[in-house]
Every structure is written in structure tokens, then in C-alpha cells.
């Protein structure tokens, strides 16, 4: 069988590029599957759920939601608000930024603006619902994060 020179190239050069190449990849996946901040599976879902609530709110109010009870409404849909509205890592209501229009907010900083985040947290992190989604941050990068006001 006869093989075509891909650009001059001798087998074992192609040979060696080929496993370079592999080994690159390799590498590129050992150093992207290094353990970063994530949250775990299931304990950020109410936190989801608030979000997509708040944005039906917004559309269908017109406006933010002024307080929790008016937020209320919008997450039957998704199960049991009460339930919804708690944390349950640390089984303490969630504090949500009610009265904020996020769709108005600049969302160049890091991290994004907080839309929600659990009360005490637990292990030194609390979970947090930004513009972006749920994220983990510890007491200490809570501490200085910027929590929206009201307009």
C-alpha cells in the first residue's frame, strides 16, 4: 500500500507529531479537571429555581418583584415555595435581593451581581445565586462582594 507524504513529512515525523499531540491533550485534561469551586450536585437546584422565577416575575409584574411574598406565585410551578425558599445546607430561608431590576445591572465585575445566597452557609462557603448562576464563595469573598441595592 502506498502512503502520500502529508506535507513532506516522514512517518516517523508524523509518528512523533501525532504523539505530541496526545500528549497535549492529555495534559490540556489533567490541568481542566483539576478540582476548582463548584457546587455540589442537587444543592444549588433551589437557587436555580429562584432565578428563573425572579425572571418570570419580572415579566409578568413589569417590574422586580418588591418582596419575597410577591416571588411566591411564580415558583409553584417548580414545587413547594416554602421549601424552595430554604436552604438545604444550612435549613435557613435563602436572603433574596428583591426590588432589583438584574436586567439593568452591569454585569462586568467579579463576581456578577448577587441576586440570592443562603443566609450562614456551611464549612466557611455559602452558596450564592449570581447573574450568571449559582456559585460557591467562602465568608471571607462574601464579605467583600457588592450586593445590589434597591433603585
Not at 437546584?45 to 409584574?61: E, F, G, T
Not at 418583584?65 to 415558583?75: D, G, N, S, Y
Request: glycine letters at 8%; proline letters at 10%.
Amino acid at each position: 500500500m502506498h502512503h502520500l507524504p502529508v506535507l513532506g513529512c516522514s512517518h516517523r515525523f508524523r509518528s512523533l507529531l501525532a504523539s505530541g499531540l496526545w500528549a497535549s491533550v492529555l495534559a490540556v485534561g489533567c490541568f481542566t479537571s483539576s478540582p476548582g469551586p463548584f457546587v455540589k450536585r442537587g444543592d444549588g437546584d433551589n437557587l436555580s429555581k429562584i432565578q428563573r422565577a425572579y425572571d418570570l416575575a419580572v415579566k409578568s409584574l413589569g417590574r422586580p418583584p418588591a418582596r419575597v411574598e410577591e416571588l411566591r406565585p411564580f415558583l409553584k410551578d417548580a414545587g413547594d415555595p416554602d421549601q424552595i425558599l430554604r436552604s438545604p445546607r444550612d435549613g435557613q430561608p435563602y436572603v433574596v435581593l428583591c426590588g432589583v431590576d438584574f436586567r439593568k445591572l452591569r454585569i462586568d465585575s467579579i463576581p456578577p451581581p448577587i441576586m440570592a445566597y443562603e443566609d450562614t452557609g456551611k464549612d466557611g462557603k455559602r452558596y450564592v445565586l449570581t447573574v450568571m448562576g449559582v456559585m460557591p464563595m467562602s465568608n471571607a469573598e462574601f464579605a467583600k462582594a457588592k450586593l445590589p441595592k434597591k433603585p
